[in-house]
């Protein structure tokens, strides 16, 4: 098997080859709710599900890219795969590809679809990987229901370069006659969903039209057609949940879910590394008395939604803001960090150790000085927490952020297993 674990060809054939040689498992599935977005999927899908399982209903999910272990990425029942099942399932892949390219990904999401075929339960979860058209996880002819959560720009040179064509490109997963609820949209993004909507006959459950969620006295107000809810704020942290809880519950409505689940699905949603709280005490080298964040956002959208999330913890109790960032060779630091200008202490650029693609922590830095924040490059995390420890002063806030990447190194440290 020639698996090209960084190859990216936006193309389903290698997917479709092998679940023909396995005997189309992806069509005997539990019904699929398939999610595609820039930012928001696998919140909106932590939501979906724990919302669904409020009701004694078993979901099966995938979700990418895994933090620490490959099997976090496939959820049987709600629980991660075993090592020894997913590892099976992978040798099972490899015998029927029978020598063909294929990427990692392609087949790790190919032994998700048969793992999936094989274990009984009431729904499937699915995130797309990159885009959507051409995502390896976009080959279901008939989803329950599909959901594209906030576009904004990301993955440019595999997508293009407006918010128009990557939309397109997110659009891809919706089908002929399935409901699909659209998050908030630039307009720009909007229009393009739209467009390939009517192309295809698909009927949309829009943002803005069609329902309304928004946070109201520390709790969620939600609308559509079918009445008004008052519901608790989402257990996930930042403004940018409401939108993201607006879509689950969109989704979940049109499923059928009750106000109980509604809600349950707000406060019951766990999702590791966005805007993860963690205690210091499980990072030596921070101070003591530190406040720490942990959050994988990558792209300026969510540099936007971290930096007013800030914003609002600074107003709640006054620290200073350490950023201890990192990234991919593929990002815009300086895009990512621009909205923190005025706000952060200081920047430590990191090297994402044994990440083959990072930036360095000099590249990081220069680009934090570029947007306006005081910044030095660190070579390890251990390095960047020493640079927290040094600068003294009052209890400070910490925010681990940049690159799922650089989360999966400090959840390994504190011991989390998915």
Same mark, same amino acid.
């Given at each position: 098997?020639?698996?090209?674990?960084?190859?990216?060809?936006?193309?389903?054939? &290698? %997917?479709?080859?092998?679940?023909?040689?396995?005997?189309?498992?992806?069509?005997?599935?539990? &019904?699929?709710?398939?999610?595609?977005?820039?930012?928001?999927?696998?919140?909106?899908?932590?939501?979906?599900?724990?919302?669904?399982?409020?009701?004694?209903?078993?979901?099966?999910?995938?979700?990418?890219?895994?933090?620490?272990?490959?099997?976090?990425?496939?959820?049987?029942?709600?629980?991660?795969?075993?090592? &020894?099942?997913?590892?099976?399932?992978?040798?099972?892949?490899?015998?029927?590809?029978?020598?063909?390219?294929?990427?990692?990904?392609?087949?790790?999401?190919?032994?998700?679809?048969?793992?999936?075929?094989?274990?009984?339960?009431?729904?499937?979860?699915?995130?797309?990987?990159?885009?959507?058209?051409?995502?390896?996880?976009?080959?279901?002819?008939?989803?329950?229901?599909?959901?594209?959560?906030?576009?904004?720009?990301?993955?440019?040179?595999?997508?293009?370069?407006?918010?128009?064509?990557?939309?397109?490109?997110?659009?891809?997963?919706?089908?002929?006659?399935?409901?699909?609820?659209?998050?908030?949209?630039?307009?720009?993004?909007?229009?393009?969903?739209?467009?390939?909507?009517?192309?295809?006959?698909?009927?949309?459950?829009?943002?803005?039209?069609?329902?309304?969620?928004?946070?109201?006295?520390?709790?969620?107000?939600?609308?559509?057609?079918?009445?008004?809810?008052?519901?608790?704020?989402?257990?996930?942290?930042? !403004?940018?949940?409401?939108?993201?809880?607006?879509?689950?519950?969109?989704?979940?409505?049109?499923?059928?879910?009750?106000?109980? !689940?509604? !809600?349950?699905?707000?406060?019951?949603?766990?999702?590791?590394?966005?805007?993860?709280?963690?205690?210091?005490?499980?990072? &030596? /080298?921070?101070?003591?008395?530190?406040?720490?964040?942990?959050?994988?956002?990558?792209?300026?959208?969510?540099?936007?939604?971290?930096?007013?999330?800030?914003? %609002?913890?600074?107003?709640?109790?006054?620290?200073?803001?350490?950023?201890?960032?990192?990234?991919?060779?593929?990002?815009?630091?300086?895009?990512?960090?621009?909205?923190?200008?005025?706000?952060?202490?200081?920047?430590?650029?990191?090297?994402?150790? /044994?990440?083959?693609?990072?930036?360095?922590?000099?590249?990081?830095?220069?680009?934090?000085?570029?947007?306006?924040?005081?910044?030095?490059?660190?070579?390890?995390?251990?390095?960047?927490?020493?640079?927290?420890?040094?600068?003294?002063?009052?209890?400070?806030?910490?925010?681990?952020?940049?690159?799922?990447?650089?989360?999966?190194?400090?959840?390994?440290?504190?011991?989390?297993?998915?």
């Amino acid at each position: 098997m020639a698996l090209t674990p960084s190859d990216i060809e936006l193309t389903l054939e &290698p %997917v479709r080859r092998l679940l023909r040689a396995l005997g189309d498992p992806h069509e005997a599935i539990p &019904p699929a709710i398939h999610v595609a977005g820039t930012n928001g999927k696998g919140s909106t899908l932590a939501m979906i599900r724990a919302g669904l399982e409020s009701r004694g209903e078993a979901c099966h999910g995938y979700n990418s890219p895994h933090l620490v272990r490959l099997h976090e990425n496939i959820r049987l029942r709600g629980r991660p795969i075993a090592e &020894p099942a997913l590892a099976g399932l992978l040798n099972e892949c490899i015998a029927a590809n029978d020598g063909a390219g294929i990427s990692v990904f392609e087949a790790t999401t190919v032994a998700a679809f048969l793992g999936f075929s094989r274990s009984e339960a009431d729904w499937t979860l699915l995130e797309v990987g990159l885009g959507g058209e051409g995502d390896a996880t976009n080959v279901l002819s008939a989803p329950a229901l599909t959901a594209i959560t906030p576009i904004s720009f990301d993955h440019e040179m595999y997508l293009g370069p407006t918010l128009a064509e990557i939309a397109t490109h997110k659009a891809g997963i919706m089908r002929r006659g399935v409901p699909c609820v659209v998050a908030e949209q630039q307009p720009e993004a909007l229009d393009a969903i739209e467009a390939h909507a009517a192309k295809i006959g698909a009927p949309l459950h829009v943002a803005g039209r069609d329902w309304m969620c928004w946070f109201e006295n520390g709790r969620i107000v939600f609308q559509d057609a079918n009445g008004m809810l008052d519901l608790p704020a989402p257990s996930l942290g930042g !403004a940018h949940q409401a939108q993201n809880a607006g879509t689950a519950v969109a989704a979940l409505r049109l499923l059928g879910a009750d106000e109980a !689940a509604c !809600a349950a699905a707000l406060t019951g949603a766990r999702w590791p590394a966005r805007m993860q709280p963690i205690a210091a005490a499980d990072l &030596p /080298g921070l101070p003591a008395d530190a406040e720490v964040w942990l959050d994988g956002g990558h792209n300026p959208a969510a540099g936007e939604a971290l930096a007013a999330h800030m914003a %609002v913890l600074n107003a709640r109790r006054p620290a200073p803001l350490h950023l201890v960032c990192g990234m991919l060779e593929t990002k815009d630091p300086e895009a990512f960090l621009r909205p923190f200008a005025g706000q952060a202490t200081h920047v430590s650029g990191v090297t994402i150790l /044994g990440a083959a693609a990072t930036q360095p922590g000099e590249a990081i830095a220069a680009a934090a000085r570029r947007a306006g924040l005081p910044a030095d490059p660190a070579p390890s995390l251990d390095a960047a927490f020493e640079a927290v420890s040094e600068a003294g002063g009052p209890a400070p806030r910490v925010l681990i952020c940049g690159s799922l990447y650089l989360a999966g190194d400090v959840l390994r440290r504190i011991g989390w297993e998915g």
